[in-house]
């Protein structure tokens, strides 16, 4: 096995997953089964759904392939409140009904500043290929590395895991998840159904699953693409692999990253504004949110739209969700020495 790295799942990935998921098809009906790489395409391109793989940097092989969604409390409710059936099947029949149990990226904003989010892993399996045992730690490593990056930095209250045999329920109890309940169903395989609370969280700092818990609102505000950018950046991808997998000119990308150093400026200017050069500035920045990844998420905040209010004649503006809305003007109170004159230089954009 050559080098291997993590990056967000994409649809055109669907296809190579399906192989890695087949030990997976004893745990669903052939209902769900059979319509399984649609439902996951249709989930991912609605953003109703994550994935996350790992891959050999040098042919694109997935070896490692994993889904997550976060239910509504009302869905979650309705699943649990059936203890005969398998957990995930009921969710995913549940979205295959259209009666649409996951939440839509605006409803994970409103949830993840009440820290009232339901996280479940839908789908997780590697590739049980050629390992020596080094390379299956490695793999399992960065699996977890992947799943923190992929799921930190949200106001998590629940965490929901279901497997179909007893050594990977074995192994998500040493994680520190709790065993919720087993189910055996027809054709004899065994459901275990594990999780994870906020409060579970609290009282074991030291759990591995804590990591992704207890995590504070974001600082910044930055918008959906501000996050995107600075989400690949973080997976050391170069500016101009963004720009052509997201349609953009070089300067677009530039004119993005003057907008991220904008707001922070505002916010924690000592962030980025003690860095001499354009990459150490990036590289400072990184850092930071290397260890702050609820800045990456959505979320919605509570404050009024404070700016150009009496301009647009707005007297009841609505609450403002910081991932889909980025306001140019300052924040209200911010020092004159922060906010950038008209007609200022643009700062150098380093890489």
Not at 124 to 130: A, F, I, K, Y
Request: overall charge positive; proline content about 7%.
């Amino acid at each position: 096995m050559s080098g291997i790295r993590y990056r967000p799942g994409r649809v055109a990935d669907v296809p190579n997953a399906i192989p890695l998921l087949a030990p997976e098809r004893n745990c669903f009906s052939s209902r769900i089964w059979n319509q399984l790489p649609e439902l996951i395409v249709d989930l991912l391109a609605r953003g109703l759904a994550k994935s996350y793989v790992i891959e050999e940097s040098a042919t694109g092989r997935l070896r490692w392939f994993g889904l997550s969604a976060f239910p509504s409390a009302e869905a979650m409710r309705a699943t649990l409140d059936l203890p005969s059936l398998p957990f995930r099947e009921v969710l995913l029949q549940t979205a295959l009904d259209g009666r649409a149990p996951f939440l839509s990226r605006q409803q994970i904003a409103a949830a993840n500043a009440a820290s009232d989010l339901r996280l479940t892993v839908l789908l997780c399996r590697p590739d049980v290929g050629e390992f020596t045992q080094h390379q299956g730690a490695l793999l399992f490593r960065m699996a977890y590395d992947s799943f923190c990056f992929a799921h930190a930095g949200f106001g998590l209250s629940e965490f929901w895991q279901e497997v179909g045999d007893p050594h990977r329920a074995r192994m998500l109890e040493d994680l520190g998840l709790v065993r919720h309940r087993q189910l055996e169903i027809e054709n004899g395989a065994q459901l275990f159904l594990l999780k994870y609370t906020a409060e579970r969280a609290l009282a074991n700092p030291a759990c591995a699953m804590s990591l992704v818990f207890n995590c504070p609102p974001p600082r910044f505000g930055f918008s959906w693409p501000q996050q995107e950018l600075l989400e690949s950046a973080l997976l050391d991808l170069p500016d101009h692999e963004f720009a052509a997998s997201h349609g953009l000119s070089d300067d677009a990308v530039k004119k993005r990253w003057r907008a991220i150093y904008d707001r922070v400026a505002l916010v924690d200017a000592p962030v980025v504004e003690t860095a001499a050069s354009g990459p150490n500035q990036r590289r400072m920045l990184l850092g930071y949110l290397r260890q702050h990844l609820e800045e990456l998420r959505p979320y919605q905040c509570a404050r009024r739209k404070v700016h150009s209010v009496a301009a647009l004649g707005d007297t009841n503006p609505g609450p403002l969700v910081l991932t889909f809305q980025d306001s140019k003007l300052p924040r209200k109170g911010a020092p004159e020495s922060r906010r950038k004159p008209a007609g200022a230089p643009s700062r150098q954009i380093g890489r």
